[in-house]
């Protein structure tokens, strides 16, 4: 399994709404495949599988437009990006989704992209978003791969007597990990795929040296976000327990060190970084606030309205209140196809920001505090990738506003100053009382119950947090209820993960709602 990144599969990508398995991963594949392919694509067939998810909700989700900026070489953040597949239309590309069966297909997020050049170059490459933007490549023109975006990737297809030649040429200083891999098929009789994940890209020298061997395709790309160069200092809580302990530090000072490790950045450029995504959830709170800028679906905005009933003390809940509009808010945004801070996905991106938010305005934390506290978030994510998942097409909510809420406990616990395993154990607990949480998206869209959910995760991190600060003694830690979490995913049917086809998801009134249309220019 790749080593989990904070920065790049926990709080982040900076992406946009709504969804980071099927908008940011989307992005993700489609702007992969274009270097992939090495020249401006002119036409782009993808494919969903009818038996996945993708089929039932790819342009409710944004996926299309996802892919479309991606194949265009866009920025997720660029403003046209709701005119994507306007500006690939008038410019004469041709782009076009289709849903038919997909040999192979073993995922709810499977997608095949089949991918031309204007001189007639081509690329067929199967994939599938995995969680939280994550993507996985596993065929690349008929070769079985496995490319995530974490590296600088070469795959150079050859004859089989060339292996030491290639090796002479890529296993030197760029494979600084190690990653010098020789994939042989059946289907490919005579040939091999050398697959060598660098750190840095070819040089010229080197790239000519590839192209002066005869009967030799290759295929490069980089990195998607941060280049992962070291190791992991843990993958499970009960080793950031015993790291803390051992140290003296809190959750956000391990995580702040588990990412400098893995990334080879320096703690201050981890913390730079950090405080950028922090930016983008406080302005995701105040732009959801103000009703002018966003455009839902199914939903009104409401968070401006129910913020100042709260200024008028016509509310109850105080603090837990605030949390929640302040959540509820930024899930606005990312329903609204706006940018925010995937933590850990885009269906969850409000849960954290109306907690920090909190922490910030309410109990007037630094921003140092502010800056462990997300970092100690994420080291409750890091466990999650690594022992489950944050896709909901796998194991239901429960791991995507689940698991934002058991970050969101642990966050509160290291703005507070408690301990590393208080902040595991306030995780737990969250954890435990969202365990069996189904996605039952209303329409296919990430609205409805999900808005309201994010609210009561905000809400719940500040009441776990509390009591385990108080004294409530955990008694099931952290690793094993994320193992249970996981297994309860499992046994979900599939009507109760994303398909839209259980659940609230099919009450009459929900059926009834009328959707706006997006509006694409």
């Known amino acids: 399994m790749k080593p989990i990144s904070i920065l790049n599969d926990v ?49 409710e989700q944004n996926a299309d437009l996802a892919f479309a900026a991606g194949l265009l070489g866009w920025e997720i953040t660029d403003p046209r990006f709701f005119q994507a597949l306007h500006f690939a239309a008038s410019h004469g590309y041709k782009f076009e989704f289709v849903v038919e069966p997909i040999e192979g297909s073993n995922h709810p997020n499977f997608v095949q992209l089949e991918l031309a050049s204007a001189s007639g170059q081509k690329l067929l490459m199967k994939a599938k978003s995995v969680g939280g933007g994550a993507i996985e490549i596993v065929e690349l023109n008929g070769w ?3 490319l995530s975006g974490d590296f600088y990737e070469m795959l150079v297809e050859a004859p089989a007597d060339a292996e030491l030649t290639l090796r002479n040429i890529l296993d030197r200083d760029y494979n600084l990990r190690a990653k010098f891999e ?33 009967d030799i395709s290759f295929w490069e790309c980089g990195p998607v976000s941060f280049a992962v160069s070291g190791k992991s200092l843990f993958t499970s809580a009960e080793k950031i327990v015993t790291i803390a302990s051992t140290g003296g530090v809190s959750l956000g000072k391990v995580a702040l060190a588990y990412e400098s490790q893995l990334l080879g950045l320096s703690e201050a450029d981890v913390l730079s970084e950090i405080n950028r995504r922090l930016d983008i959830m406080l302005t995701s709170v105040q732009e959801g606030l103000k009703a002018e800028s966003l455009n839902m679906q199914l ?124 902040a595991c154990d306030a995780a737990a607990i969250s954890f435990q009382n969202t365990m069996g949480l189904v996605c039952d998206l209303v329409q296919g869209i990430c609205e409805i119950p999900c808005h309201t959910r994010n609210a009561v995760a905000a809400a719940n991190a500040f009441i776990c947090a509390d009591l385990v600060l108080g004294g409530y003694r955990n008694p099931i830690p952290l690793d094993e209820t994320i193992d249970a979490v996981l ?6 049917p599939a009507e109760l993960r994303v398909t839209s086809l259980g659940g609230l998801a099919v009450c009459p009134s929900a059926l009834a709602l009328k959707k706006k249309e997006r509006k694409d220019f």
């Not at 982040?12 to 709504?18: A, K, L, V, Y």
């Not at 297994?487 to 979900?492: D, E, I, Q, R």
């Open 11 to 59: 709080i982040g990508p900076i992406m946009r709404g709504p969804s980071s398995s099927h908008t940011a991963a989307s992005y993700r594949l489609g702007y992969i495949s274009r270097l992939l392919l090495g020249e401006e694509p002119v036409s782009a067939r993808i494919v969903f599988d009818p038996n996945g998810s993708y089929a039932r909700v790819f342009r």
């Open 144 to 146: 079985p791969v496995l």
């Open 182 to 214: 020789v994939i042989k098929s059946e289907k490919k009789a005579g040939k091999i795929l050398v697959r060598a994940a660098c750190l840095r890209p070819l040089s010229a020298d080197d790239r000519k040296k590839l192209k002066e061997i005869e």
């Open 299 to 422: 939903l009104e905005p409401t968070a401006g309205l129910i913020f100042q009933a709260e200024k008028e003390g016509r509310l109850t809940g105080g603090r837990l209140s605030r949390a929640a509009i302040r959540a509820l808010a930024a899930e606005h945004v990312a329903a609204s196809g706006g940018v925010v801070c995937a933590a850990p996905t885009g269906g969850s991106a409000g849960t954290i920001p109306g907690v920090i938010s909190t922490l910030l305005e309410d109990m007037n934390i630094s921003r140092e505090k502010a800056s462990l506290a997300l970092l100690a978030a994420g080291a409750v994510g890091v466990v999650v990738a690594n022992r489950a998942t944050f896709a909901a097409e796998i194991a239901g909510c429960q791991v995507e506003i689940g698991a934002a809420g058991a970050m969101a406990a642990a966050a509160v616990v290291e703005a507070c100053g408690g301990s590393a395993r208080q």
């Open 487 to 492: 297994a309860v995913g499992k046994t979900m």
